[in-house]
């Protein structure tokens, strides 16, 4: 009951990891860390901001120890959205290690996405309850940042993307 994610929890109970039957967070992360830095010429995207998007200077310091990690910003818009003077600063200082991604093809869900990425607007509805049942807010990104996000850092990490289909 104290989980914020308790929507998520109650509609999808096969979600719940119960410490008896399942390694810790901690273990998981320290696991998937070693691997990434046993592996010093793979990139990796960690999906869902590396599932740090509730503790960004967690996630800068990883960034700054595996130069080959990456993220997406998949299913934690609402993360970001809660801390917008630190998700700014954050996206900014790591715009080369950000892309933006979703878990579900939904292009009704963009303009959230759109909207927090791009404006400063303040306290608007998140799109998915289960997901976050607060208000987020805007970081309005500089547009160098925003085209990093967006596509310049796929090309540069996923082989066959044309660049020729986005602008410069």
Known sequence: YKNERWEELNEFRQRARPPSQYPSFETLMA???HLFAKHPRTHFIAAHLAFHGNDLER??????TLPNMYVDIAAV??????????AHDFLVKYQDRVLMGKD????????WYFR??????????YYRKRHAFW?????QLPDEVLKKIYYKNALKLVPGIDPKAFPD
Not at 59 to 64: T, V, Y
Not at 77 to 86: D, F, K, N, T, V
Not at 104 to 111: L, S, T
């Open 104 to 111: 579900i093809y939904d292009v009704n869900e963009y303009k």
């Open 135 to 139: 208000r987020i807010y805007g970081f």
């Open 116 to 125: 927090a990425l791009e404006t400063r607007d303040e306290y608007f509805e």
């Open 59 to 64: 996630l800068g310091k990883l960034f700054d």
């Open 77 to 86: 818009l609402a993360e970001l959205g809660r801390q917008p003077y630190s």
């Open 31 to 33: 696991e998937r860390n």
